[in-house]
C-alpha cells in the first residue's frame, strides 16, 4: 500500500517550527501589564494583572491532567521560580468534560504573582513570556505566549552596545571593497535553479507529459500559430507558478531582516530537514509516493481548458501539483539551499525563477519545433534510475542538513571523517546500483555509453572522497571546500590540517581593547557555524601566504558567529528597538552579532568582513565571499593603507 506523504504536511510543520508557540498575543483577548517588588537581593515577586475580555474565560495557574495551564518562562537558567504562580481575584470553579476534573476559571479579570530567584547580577530589565490558557465553548487556546519586560529595582543596566554610526561603510575613508552588501550571486543561484528546472524534466512525473502536452497544443488549438501561443503562454504560466511561491518569504523576510538567516541556521529546522530529505530518499527509491491530495489535484484539473488564459494557468498549475512527487524534492533542496545560503526571499525568488524556466523552456520551444519531439529519447527504465540517483543524493543533502545541525550546537556526532566517511557509502551503494548490483525493482539495467559515464563519474568522485577520512595532508579535498564540517572539527586528536595560524577573537569589544593597545585595524569576520561560504574562504582564501601573513602580523582578527546559540550574560541580554522602530530580543550571543552586522553593515548574509579603526571609523567598504586569494588580499591592503594614511582617498 502506497504512503501518501501530503504537501500541505510538510509546510504546516514548517511553518510551526518557523513561528513556534501559540496564539500571538497581539491577537489574544487578554492584555497583561507587568509589574515587579524587590523583596531581597537577587529575590523578586512579579506580578500579572489583565482585566476582563468580553465572554472568554481565563483559566487560573494549575496543573490539569499532569500538565500546568500557566507558567512563566526565561531564556536564562540562572532565572528560576521559587514557587508556582498564585493567583487572586473571584474564581469559578465547573466540572470540564475536557479535561474530566475540575477546573478553575477567571471571568472578570485576574491578577497573578510569582517569586523569581536570580542567580548572580539581576539585570535592570528582565525580560521573560508568559504561558497561560483560555476559551469558551468550543474554543480552546492553550500555551498563549505573552512576552514581557519589567525593570527589576537595583539591577544592572545592559553593557551591550549595538548601533555605532561610525561604522557607517558609505562614509568609509577609502572607497574600495564591494559597491553594494547583497549577495552578488544572483546569478548563480538563477542558474542552479534552471539546472534543477531540467533535471526534473528527466523524471517519470515530467518527461512524458511534454510531447502530450506539446502535442495538445498544436493539434487541437484550430491553427498552428494559436497553439504556439497557448504553449507560450503554458510555458509562462508554469515560470509564474514558481515565481508566486517565493512571494510569501518576502512577508516573513520584511518583518525581519534576520529570519531567514534564523531559519537557515536553527537547529529544529536543520533536523526536519534532515528528516524530510531522508523522506524524499525514500520516495526516490520507489518505498511511497509523495503528493497532494488527490481531491486537490482533481479540483485544479476541473478548471483548466484552453479558451483563455486562466485555463492554461491552471492546465500549467495541474503539471505542478501532479508532478510534485518527483519536483518536490528537487524544489526542497532549492528551498533549504536558499535559506542556508543566507541570501533570503531574493534568491530564493531567483532560484524558483529559474527553476520554473527549465521545466517550462521544453514545453514552448517544442511547440515552436514540433519536429524536435521525434529526437526525443522514449520512456522507459532510465526514467526510474535517474529517479533512483536523485534519491542517493537526497540521502548526501540530508547529511549536510544534520551537519549543520551538529555544528551549531557543537554535539559533535558528525565530524568531518564521520560525515565523509557516510558520503563514501552513500557514493558506494550509489555505484552499487548503477552496476545492477543494488537492484528497487524493475527489469535489469541497460548498460549503455550514457550509464556507464554516469557511473564512471560517481566511482571517481567516491574514490576522490577516501582520503578524507584519514590524518593526512590529502584529507583537504578542496573540490568540495565548505561543505563537510571544518577540518578542525575532527575525530583526530591532533589532525595536520587544522591552520593554527591565524586564532581570531570572538568579542567585538575585546578586539577593540586590543587594537587600541596594538594600534592595528580590526578585521571583523561575521561569520556562521553552518555557513559553507565562510568555510571556503579559511580553507582556501586565509591560508595564502599573502593573506595569512597580513591578517596575522597586520590586524586584529574577530569572528562574530551570528549563528552562536549560547546565552549571552543576563545583564547583556535586552529589547533592542532597530533602525526601522522594531522591538528585537538580545538573547543570545547569535542575536547581538547578527542584529550587530545588519544595523551598523546594512547586510545579514555571511561571510562578510569589515574593516575598521581602532577609533571605529570604517576604513573601507565591506567584502563579502571572495574567492580569489589575490583579490581578497588587494582589498586588506587597501584597509591597511587607510588605516596608516587615514586623510588620503
Not at 539585570?123 to 527589576?152: C, D, S, W
Not at 575532527?490 to 590540517?497: A, F, G, I, R
Not at 569572528?559 to 538580545?586: C, F, H, M, N, W
Request: net charge neutral; proline share 6%; aromatic share 12%.
Amino acid at each position: 500500500m502506497q504512503i501518501r506523504l501530503r504537501l500541505a504536511w510538510i509546510f504546516s510543520f514548517l511553518f510551526i517550527i518557523l513561528f513556534a508557540g501559540a496564539q500571538d498575543s497581539a491577537t489574544a483577548p487578554f492584555k497583561w501589564q507587568v509589574q515587579s517588588r524587590k523583596l531581597a537581593e537577587g529575590r523578586y515577586e512579579l506580578r500579572f494583572s489583565t482585566p476582563a475580555a468580553a465572554s472568554w474565560q481565563l483559566y487560573a495557574p494549575q496543573v490539569l491532567n499532569e500538565v500546568p495551564v500557566a507558567e512563566l518562562q526565561f531564556a536564562d537558567s540562572s532565572i528560576r521560580l521559587a514557587a508556582p504562580l498564585k493567583d487572586s481575584g473571584k474564581v469559578a470553579e465547573t466540572n470540564s468534560e475536557l479535561f474530566g476534573t475540575t477546573v478553575r476559571l477567571h471571568s472578570e479579570g485576574a491578577v497573578w504573582k510569582g517569586e523569581i530567584n536570580i542567580a548572580g547580577t539581576a539585570p535592570a530589565n528582565l525580560q521573560g513570556t508568559l504561558l497561560y490558557t483560555y476559551g469558551k465553548g468550543e474554543e480552546f487556546y492553550p500555551g498563549t505566549a505573552q512576552e514581557f519586560r519589567v525593570a527589576l529595582e537595583g539591577g544592572k543596566e545592559a553593557g551591550t552596545r549595538i548601533l555605532i554610526p561610525s561604522l557607517n561603510p558609505k562614509n568609509a575613508v577609502s572607497p574600495c571593497g564591494d559597491e553594494t552588501t547583497e549577495d552578488r550571486s544572483l546569478f548563480s543561484i538563477f542558474f542552479l535553479g534552471f539546472l534543477g528546472g531540467l533535471i526534473a524534466l528527466l523524471t517519470p512525473c515530467v518527461f512524458p507529459l511534454i510531447p502530450l502536452t506539446v502535442s495538445f497544443f498544436t493539434k487541437r488549438s484550430g491553427t498552428r500559430r494559436k497553439g504556439i501561443i497557448n504553449a507560450l503562454q503554458y510555458g509562462f504560466s508554469i515560470f509564474l507558478i514558481y515565481i508566486l511561491l517565493s512571494l510569501p518569504f518576502y512577508i516573513v523576510e520584511g518583518a525581519n531582516p534576520e529570519v531567514l538567516n534564523n531559519i537557515s541556521t536553527n537547529v529544529w529546522l536543520n533536523l526536519v530537514f534532515f528528516v524530510v530529505f531522508i523522506a524524499f530518499a525514500l520516495s526516490f527509491f520507489g518505498l511511497y509516493e509523495i503528493g497532494l491530495p488527490g481531491g486537490f489535484a482533481s479540483k485544479i484539473d476541473a478548471k483548466s481548458g484552453v479558451s483563455d488564459f486562466w485555463g492554461i494557468f491552471f492546465m500549467a498549475l495541474t503539471l505542478a501539483i501532479v508532478s510534485f512527487s518527483c519536483t518536490g524534492p528537487i524544489l526542497g533542496s532549492l528551498l533549504a539551499g536558499a535559506l542556508t545560503n543566507n541570501g533570503g526571499a531574493v534568491q530564493l525568488t531567483f532560484g524558483m525563477g529559474g527553476f520554473g524556466l527549465g521545466l517550462a523552456l521544453p514545453f514552448a520551444l517544442f511547440a515552436l519545433f514540433p519536429n524536435w519531439l521525434q529526437s526525443l529519447p522514449k520512456s522507459g527504465g532510465w526514467l526510474t534510475s535517474v529517479k533512483v540517483v536523485l534519491g542517493f543524493l537526497e540521502l548526501a543533502l540530508a547529511v549536510k542538513f544534520l551537519s549543520n545541525a551538529d555544528l551549531v550546537k557543537q554535539w559533535r556526532i558528525l565530524p568531518r571523517e564521520v560525515f565523509i566517511g557516510i558520503w563514501i557509502v552513500i557514493g558506494i551503494a550509489l555505484v552499487l546500483y548503477l552496476l545492477g548490483v543494488i537492484r528497487f525493482g524493475g527489469p535489469k539495467p541497460k548498460f549503455t555509453r550514457a550509464r556507464l559515464a554516469v557511473t564512471a563519474l560517481f566511482a571517481a568522485f567516491t574514490i576522490y572522497l577516501i582520503p578524507g577520512v584519514t590524518n593526512t595532508p590529502l584529507a583537504k579535498l578542496e573540490l568540495i571546500s565548505g561543505f563537510p564540517p571544518p577540518l578542525c572539527y575532527s575525530l583526530y586528536e591532533h589532525p595536520v590540517n587544522c591552520e593554527q595560524g591565524i586564532e581570531p577573537l570572538k568579542d567585538y569589544e575585546e578586539a577593540l581593547r586590543v587594537a587600541k593597545a596594538q594600534n592595528k585595524p580590526i578585521l571583523i569576520d561575521f561569520t556562521g557555524w553552518a555557513c559553507v561560504n565562510c568555510r571556503r574562504m579559511e580553507e582556501k582564501v586565509w591560508p595564502d601566504s599573502k593573506v595569512a601573513k597580513m591578517m596575522k602580523e597586520d590586524f586584529v582578527v574577530v569572528s562574530l558567529y551570528v549563528d552562536e546559540r549560547r546565552k549571552l550574560a543576563l545583564t547583556e541580554q535586552t529589547t533592542y528597538t532597530t533602525k526601522q522602530g522594531v522591538e528585537k530580543p538580545i538573547i543570545t550571543v547569535g542575536d547581538k552579532w547578527a542584529t550587530f552586522q545588519s544595523e551598523n553593515f546594512g547586510a545579514v548574509s555571511q561571510p562578510q568582513y569589515a574593516i575598521i579603526s581602532p577609533n571605529e571609523q570604517a576604513l573601507t567598504r565591506t567584502k563579502a565571499y571572495t574567492p580569489d586569494p589575490k583579490e581578497f588580499a588587494e582589498w586588506l591592503q587597501c584597509g591597511l593603507d587607510a588605516h596608516r594614511n587615514p586623510l588620503s582617498p
